[in-house]
């Protein structure tokens, strides 16, 4: 996410620890604050549905283990379908701003898939060339919404075969849903980072627009899971 080393650059300008070490201005807090425990409740709903899903597998309990993987599915969709608005809208924003904040290309050591580790290589690659820092900021949010999105579809489907009892292997299913779930927690990380860093360049005029931008409903793409009522093994 950052670095120590990157706290102050050598022109004077602050750098992406600073930012978020910093406290914002009262105003930039309270959007800040609102906007990021929406997020956090919804992962931490998440995160107790899969923990639940997890446990009631261990104990034999199949439809239970269903049920709650089923809801950790639906729950991941809507915080993700949020997360993805929520890099459109600084996207949007951020072009009508002139100075735009200093950003750090997404770590691969911090993902256990190779979906994330792929994406943050690549975000790594073209950020050491982008000379431009207005071109990473863009770059690092394109490639952070797609790595939401896509993170969030191979949790659904490994969620689907296995609510729907047609998993070839669940055990590595099960595996999948626990690392998916780790390297979203990485992306949502990231996306507080560069909320906050983002807000800091952010002129105050214009923080009722983005607060409209960030408060307008995101509706869930997909219907709800219906988990098969049997005793198959999971």
Sequence with gaps: MFSRRNAQSPSGRRGVADDWL???????TELFTEVVSRWECTFAMMSVAL???????????????RQQVSIAAELL????????????????????????????????????????????SWNGLLHRVLFPSRSRFFHKLRILSDTIERLEQEFYAAARD??????????????????????FNTCLREA?????SFLR??????????????????????????PRLSDAAL
């Design 22 to 28: 910093r406290a914002l201005p009262g105003e930039k």
């Design 51 to 65: 923990d639940g899903s997890l446990s009631a597998r261990t104990s034999g309990r199949v439809v239970s283990a």
């Design 77 to 120: 969709t809507r915080l993700s379908v949020s997360l993805v608005s929520f890099c459109e809208a600084l996207s949007a924003r951020g072009r009508r701003i002139e100075r735009l904040p200093a950003v750090e290309p997404l770590n691969p050591a911090f993902f256990r898939g190779d979906l994330g580790r792929s994406a943050s």
């Design 162 to 183: 296995l609510v729907t009892g047609f998993a070839m292997r669940p055990a590595d299913c099960w595996k999948r849903l626990d690392n998916l779930h780790y390297d």
């Design 192 to 196: 507080e980072v560069l909320f906050k």
């Design 201 to 226: 360049a952010l002129p105050a005029d214009q923080l009722p627009s983005l607060a409209a931008d960030l408060d307008a409903p995101a509706t869930p793409k997909r219907l709800r899971l219906r």
